[in-house]
């Protein structure tokens, strides 16, 4: 059995190879504050890569943030936090450790209030999300102008096949495995698990940060919406309460299945609440991956 790590958008900047490793130093700092003993090659991982199709595309993300909000939000980064985030990412940056608890303490007068404003800009965006919910065209217009790589795929059947044939390469048919997915990634890879053409053996579905709960993206997704049906095993939904791009778990229609998707609430940074690098590393995460293998 191997475990196929499938990622999300804007990973343009990393190489298939840089990119892995970014995911593997975070997973391995997961598995260390868990004390499990575990050989990563026991594991066998792979992760097919697409992040170099919107190069390919002539196209670029254009997400910020910042430009939906008050400026009063826009409070200065500590310096070693700055120094985290300014990290090239082809050089696999630094992957801060994810504390124990969500209560732990910061260290400083500075730090504290920073992460206070990240956590009110977190609430608001995650509200806004929330209200984008019930106006799905509005929701996909914004898609359309923010998120380039989330449109391509959802609406340009061409990517969409590059982008599954780079994965297929790495998934084959009655093949034990267990899929990881973060983000666009676990639409496409609810997308290929779903396609009768496939006839893969799937152990254990783990989505992250996924915006399947989202009525645009449902909109997009093949009809009837259903459970896969080469999953023979658990469907773990982790989505963090901060993260303002993934508000609700899948418990509602068209996602309330038989047996139910086994969602979780988890904490990751408050400054990056939708990055790999805090949900990768979160002990109940590792947990629902490794278990299989144990």
């Known amino acids: 059995m191997k475990i196929i790590f499938i990622h999300g958008m804007n990973q343009q900047n990393y190489t298939a190879h840089s990119l892995k490793e970014h995911w593997l130093k975070v997973f391995k700092l997961g598995l260390k504050q868990l004390h499990c003993r575990v050989n990563l090659r026991d594991l066998h991982i792979h992760m097919p890569f697409y ?11 254009q997400l910020d943030l910042n430009t ?3 400026k009063s939000f826009n409070f200065h980064l500590p310096v070693h936090l700055h120094q985290q985030q300014s990290t090239p990412k082809e050089h696999t940056p630094f992957v801060p450790q994810l504390p124990l608890s969500p209560d732990q303490p910061a260290e400083n007068l ?27 065209k509005l929701h996909e217009s ?7 790589e989330t449109y391509m795929y959802l609406s340009n059947p061409d990517f969409m096949h590059e982008v599954h044939q780079r ?16 983000s666009l990634g676990s639409v496409i890879a609810f997308h290929l698990l779903s396609d009768p053409a496939y006839h893969f053996s799937v152990q254990r579905f783990v989505t992250l940060a996924s915006p399947l709960s989202f009525r645009v993206i449902q909109s997009k997704l093949p009809i009837p919406i259903e459970r896969p049906k080469c999953l023979n095993g658990d469907w773990y939904n982790f989505y963090s309460k901060d993260d303002f791009l993934t508000a609700f778990p899948l418990s509602e229609a068209p996602f309330d299945f038989t047996p139910p998707i086994i969602n979780q609430e ?6 990056q609440p939708h990055e790999i690098v805090g949900y990768l590393q ?3 995460v590792i947990k629902a991956i490794i278990e299989p293998f144990q």
């Not at 965006?125 to 919910?133: A, F, W, Y």
């Not at 914004?142 to 380039?148: R, T, V």
């Not at 988890?266 to 400054?271: C, E, Q, R, S």
């Open 282 to 284: 979160h002990h109940e």
């Open 51 to 61: 992040g170099d199709l919107m190069t390919k595309y002539q196209l670029s993300n």
């Open 110 to 136: 500075s730090e504290r209030l920073y992460l206070t404003s990240q956590l009110v800009k977190d609430r608001v965006l995650k509200e806004m999300v929330i209200l984008l919910n019930s106006f799905p």
């Open 68 to 70: 939906l909000l008050p």
């Open 167 to 182: 994965i297929l390469k790495q998934m084959h048919d009655d093949e034990d495995c267990i899929v990881v997915a973060h």
């Open 266 to 271: 988890i904490f990751t940074f408050a400054n």
């Open 142 to 148: 914004l898609i359309q102008q923010f998120l380039i």
